[in-house]
């Protein structure tokens, strides 16, 4: 009894936290769904265009703050923390990140407007120049990936927007398992949410953000783990460098001399990990 009860608790927190993301996003959602609707026979490009600048214009007023307040919610889950209410856990996170995710999506609307075009001129308007639209097409499945690193961040992470944009893009450079794997496992569940729609409603992205932030998280604790290892060899370095100086084994400008030399250039992935490992989480 115990296990079915712990299920039907999961089950109602899913939903719930689900519903809620449906409910705050409901008007980009409309827009959405005109769309499809308008992607059928028999309406004009005009209705398409329209309903397209509707989900632009609605996306970071409604879709943003709503998926960043989900992530606050899953964030919970993934640290352990189950029992926390589902409905003031959301609605603290939508009304603590609103502003942040906000100005997050207008930044990422106005790129995927950007590249979404320059994919459709390539690929239709200049054959030869196809091999661009490829590659813009990769771009845009990066972009969408770092969406993900974006509100884990968000909801993760007290920083700037502009550190948690630019390290959501390079965590999604620099970590390419993780990018693959967030996109497999994404395009899975909206496969399966094709199959039965009601998890659309229920279900289906709840557990795309559960499954983004684990993601995340497993990368957040590795890195930290790494770097936690990386402090200590370098102060074991400088142990024995002030144990080599004492005795007098080196000179001092020798000494200076080998520092720099063992120094090497910070990678953009030592960069990334410098940012997360130090910022302060909420």
Not at 29 to 54: C, E, H, K, P
Not at 204 to 214: H, K, R, T, V
């Amino acid at each position: 009894m115990g296990g079915i009860y712990r299920l039907s608790e999961w089950i109602m927190r899913l939903a719930g936290s689900n519903l809620l993301w449906v409910i705050c996003s409901s008007p980009f959602l409309f827009f959405l769904v005109m769309r499809f609707i308008f992607g059928q026979s028999g309406f004009t490009a005009n209705d398409i265009l329209q309903a397209n600048w509707g989900m632009g214009i609605m996306a970071p007023f409604t879709l943003f703050p709503a998926t960043a307040a989900l992530f606050t919610v899953v964030r919970k889950w993934v640290m352990g923390e189950g029992d926390v209410s589902v409905f003031k856990t959301y609605f603290r996170g939508y009304k603590e990140n609103y502003k942040q995710s906000m100005l997050g999506g207008f930044f990422y609307t106005l790129l995927f407007v950007i590249m979404y075009v320059d994919y459709t001129v390539y690929m239709t308007q200049f054959p030869n120049l196809q091999l661009l639209g490829i590659v813009m097409l990769i771009f845009l499945l990066v972009l969408f990936v770092s969406l993900f690193n974006f509100f884990a961040m968000i909801a993760h992470y007290h920083m700037k927007l502009k550190d948690i944009v630019k390290n959501a893009i390079l965590l999604s450079i620099v970590r390419p398992f993780r990018l693959f794997s967030t996109l497999l496992g994404t395009v899975a569940l909206l496969f399966i949410g094709t199959k039965y729609p009601v998890l659309f409603v229920f279900f289906l992205a709840s557990g795309i953000a559960w499954f983004a932030f684990f993601n995340f998280y497993g990368m957040f604790l590795k890195m930290q783990e790494q770097s936690e290892k990386q402090a200590l060899a370098d102060e074991e370095k400088e142990l024995k460098a002030d144990e080599q100086l004492a005795i007098g084994d080196q000179s001092p400008v020798e000494q200076a001399q080998q520092i720099n030399v063992e120094k090497q250039p910070a990678s953009m992935n030592d960069n990334v990990k410098k940012s997360l490992t130090k910022n302060k989480e909420r």
